[in-house]
């Protein structure tokens, strides 16, 4: 939606116009329905529900900016020609409620507080941005899959595999209802809680829900006070608690001083979006304040409440994305929950509530459900919009039936389809709007690249919030295209009458996408895309660019700098740069171009396609990059469309089945990413594969979330047993059996096996069979069982365990008391050493030893 110099006027006035008309806002709402600028239903919008005067104002400029350019110019008109009446209406004295100061009583006000947070979090704002007033939260709403976790740790992947792998380790113990986690906060006192999920998972919408769901509850005594980490960047002077809630909820200010005073736990402060706090959170350093009345710097307010020192007994919600968690020591969080996203059943919910038919719905479901890359990002509800956009107004490369396509496909025709339908063509029906498609993209070319330079620079800086001075920087300040796919977030500061903005794109996802698209324009015309990180382009590193282009040639610094990409993504492990890697890789193949034709240009001589696939297969090889990345590299592949990808999964399938060993290192890789794509994983069988310790390794992302694991007759040794230690220390390890017999560990082997098995408490049932452990190795399963109470079996037949070994067992099993079964058969054990075993079996009932000579 294009912002004329109305629109824009009013959000620059916005501090001033509040403060003037807010007495008279009644007059305004009239005079603007009278003139039939506003409907009935913005009216009670603004109106809300025992909303105070101000919030009144500030509501109606939200209202005006949503109907457009033409909205505003009437309103600005209008009080340009009755000022006079307006400003004898504002400075007439206002009346006194004939209830007096009774109204100003305790319970009254906090009355009052529920309600006017209640109307503000009851209505909902779609990913495009326009609000829909007085629509209720129910209406849209679509469940999420929530969970509560006993810990949290940050790990080296993409959100997006972290989303599918949730999933995958979600037992029904750790499921929780969104109606459990709101009883816990209401009826728990002095409860830190944080609840984590990916950017689009509904972390906001699960906190407005919560304050609707609280401000109903007539019994809860609770009083919630709501708080975004982007608004309090904004506060850069030092201010109290105190000052802080009477500013944001002026209504509560007569009794701020008894609610800190009576009853603190009765508080829960509900803090948004820690992942864009801009201040560090020092908990050793910071200075105790225990003061409500007392100023300190935004942050150390933060960490003071976290730590108790403030208003000793309130409760806290902290919203965050995952790679924000670690910010946060966890001795201070009692309970953490996490969003998964949709399940499958509220995917299909949720294309039934967007889309304008059933038909339409069941379509976009069957279209999802049967390619697993896009299903597993539609777990996360943001993605899930991103594919109806993109799919319910039919833009296809051909027929659009392709079984293989990919993600970046998505992302293409998502952009067509806001571009072409949703942007400045208002006129001509669907088919003249995609017959002009193509000169429209060409003429909107500058100007995504321009935003494409921005996402990038964000992404390379790990920034996903930007100022107006980095839209002037990139003459995207006046640019229309920011309008469709940057959020606005305008704050005032209500104190000094300062009006800021800040801007984020509207799912982090994209971000990747035009960073991605940027990227690959800026690397096929020869040009350096690292140079928007430069302060200043020189006239010097535009002719260095030219001169490069002459000497080498478009087709091979394309190459260069692909390379250069996918270099600088595998240098940092954090995974942040997985899906951009995809995206570009998706962005040069051909059919994937086609979407967009217009802003690329026809296919030409040059075959990036090729290039690419020759340097990711170069990568799959490789054993440099760690497991994440490599399984990483098969996304890539798959985005690339790699020909032969699809035959090899299937030969890998095949192979499986018919027992068939694989030695290839590469052959690991793609299972690992076959399986990243699988629904429910319960048992994976590798037994007698050829499998050793490094295509064990290339497994890693995925052998936490089987419930067995069998690899016995495989060659693994001391270095595969360091593996499963990996594998049994993760937090997401669900496995239950670890069957890992004839596999060559030793006693070396078990001695690392059992440093993970101290920490892990899942496994129930351990078979070594038939690996030479001698009593070593038994010393190591006898320390284990002093510390594990999950283990209930270990069979460890024909592994060189003589009498000392059983010695060291019996001694272990006097404190250990929940195992059940140990088997000793064929192992170097004495008549006697059998003869004590079995003794000792006979004191513990519940115990089956089996031995023999």
Not at 323 to 334: D, N, R, T
Request: hydrophobic share 40%; net charge neutral; with cysteine.
């Amino acid at each position: 939606m294009a912002v004329g110099p109305c629109s824009l006027q009013l959000q620059e006035r916005r501090p001033e116009l509040v403060e003037m008309w807010s007495r008279c806002i009644s007059e305004v709402l009239d005079l603007l329905h009278e003139e039939q600028v506003i409907t009935t239903e913005d009216v009670s919008f603004v109106r809300g529900d025992h909303l105070g005067k101000t919030d009144q104002m500030r509501n109606l400029l939200d209202v005006l900016h949503g109907r457009g350019e033409e909205s505003c110019r009437a309103f600005v008109d209008m009080l340009e020609r009755k000022r006079h009446l307006l400003l004898q209406a504002r400075s007439q004295p206002q009346q006194q409620h004939s209830q007096g100061s009774s109204l100003e009583t305790p319970q009254n006000l906090l009355e009052v507080h529920k309600k006017i947070l209640g109307s503000q979090h009851g209505t909902v704002v779609d990913y495009i941005g326009k609000s829909r007033p007085g629509q209720p939260l129910e209406e849209s709403y679509t469940e999420i899959t929530l969970s509560l976790n006993e810990t949290f740790t940050v790990r080296g992947q993409h959100e997006v595999t972290e989303v599918g792998n949730a999933f995958k380790k979600l037992d029904s113990e750790r499921r929780c209802e969104f109606e459990t986690i709101s009883k816990n906060l209401l009826q728990q006192d002095m409860v830190t809680a944080v609840l984590c999920g990916v950017a689009g998972s509904g972390k906001t919408t699960v906190t407005k829900r919560f304050v609707q769901y609280w401000s109903k509850d007539s019994l809860t005594s609770k009083i919630v006070f709501i708080f975004t980490f982007r608004e309090l960047n904004l506060i850069t002077e030092c201010r109290s608690l105190q000052e802080l809630l009477s500013t944001h909820y002026s209504h509560l200010k007569p009794i701020l001083n008894q609610v800190f005073s009576k009853d603190p736990s009765r508080i829960l402060f509900i803090f948004d979006g820690l992942d864009e706090f801009q201040f560090p959170l020092d908990f050793d350093k910071t200075p105790k304040c225990t003061d409500p009345e007392m100023p300190q710097r935004i942050n150390h307010m933060v960490v003071n409440l976290l730590k108790g020192n403030l208003l000793h007994g309130c409760s806290m919600l902290i919203t965050s994305r995952p790679h924000a968690v670690s910010k946060l020591p966890q001795a201070l969080i009692q309970n953490f929950y996490k969003i998964l996203g949709f399940s499958a059943l509220q995917q299909k919910e949720y294309f039934r509530k967007s889309c304008g038919t059933p038909e339409a719905a069941d379509e976009i479901w069957q279209y999802v459900s049967a390619r697993p890359p896009l299903f597993l990002m539609c777990h996360i509800p943001a993605f899930c919009w991103i594919i109806v956009t993109a799919l319910q107004e039919k833009i296809s490369v051909t027929a659009g039936t392709e079984n293989t396509i990919t993600v970046t496909e998505i992302y293409c025709r998502f952009l067509k389809a806001i571009l072409v339908f949703h942007g400045e063509q208002k006129d001509g029906s669907q088919i003249q709007k995609l017959l002009k498609a193509q000169q429209l993209l060409r003429t909107m070319r500058p100007r995504l690249k321009d935003l494409g330079a921005l996402a990038f620079k964000g992404l390379v800086e790990r920034r996903f919030i930007f100022g107006p001075g980095d839209l002037t920087w990139f003459a995207l300040d006046q640019n229309d295209l920011s309008k469709m796919f940057l959020v606005e977030i305008l704050k005032e500061d209500r104190d000094f009458l300062a009006y800021e903005k800040s801007y984020h794109f509207v799912h982090t996802s994209l971000q990747e996408f035009f960073a991605a698209l940027y990227y690959v324009l800026e690397s096929q015309t020869g040009m350096d895309p690292f140079s928007c990180l430069k302060s200043a382009l020189l006239p010097v590193h535009r002719r260095l660019a030219a001169g490069m282009r002459k000497l080498f040639g478009p087709e091979r610094v394309l190459r260069k700098r692909v390379k250069e990409a996918f270099n600088w993504s595998h240098r940092h492990q954090s995974g942040h740069m997985d899906l951009f890697c995809r995206f570009v890789s998706g962005l040069l193949v051909p059919r994937t171009r086609q979407i967009l034709e217009g802003i690329f240009a026809p296919p030409g001589g040059a075959h990036p396609q090729l290039f690419l696939l020759r340097l990711l297969h170069k990568q799959l090889d490789s054993s440099s990059l760690v497991p994440e990345r490599q399984v990483n590299v098969c996304h890539c592949l798959y985005e690339a469309q790699d020909p032969g990808m699809m035959d090899r999964l299937k030969s890998w399938l095949a192979h499986v089945s018919q027992g068939q060993a694989q030695n290839s290192p590469r052959d690991w890789t793609e299972l690992a990413f076959l399986l990243q794509l699988a629904n429910n994983l319960d048992e994976l069988n590798l037994e007698n594969r050829g499998l050793g310790a490094d295509g064990l390794r290339r497994l890693l992302p995925v052998l936490p979330f089987f419930s067995t694991l069998r690899l016995g007759q495989n060659p693994l040794g001391s270095e595969g047993a360091a593996v499963l230690a990996t594998v049994l220390k993760s937090p997401d390890c669900r496995i239950e059996r670890l069957w890992v017999v004839g596999a060559g560990l030793g006693s070396e082997g078990v001695k690392m096996l059992s440093e993970g098995l101290k920490e892990n408490s899942t496994v129930v049932d351990l078979r070594l069979a038939i690996n030479n452990i001698g009593d070593d190795g038994a010393g190591c399963l006898a320390d284990v069982l002093m510390r594990n109470r999950t283990l209930k079996d270990i069979r460890l037949r024909d592994n060189l365990i003589t009498d000392k070994g059983a010695e060291l067992f019996m001694a272990a099993l006097r404190e250990n008391t929940t195992l059940e079964y140990l088997w000793l058969f064929d192992n170097k054990i004495s008549k006697a050493g059998v003869r004590r075993l079995k003794d000792f079996a006979k004191t513990r009932e519940s115990l089956d030893i089996k031995s023999c000579t």
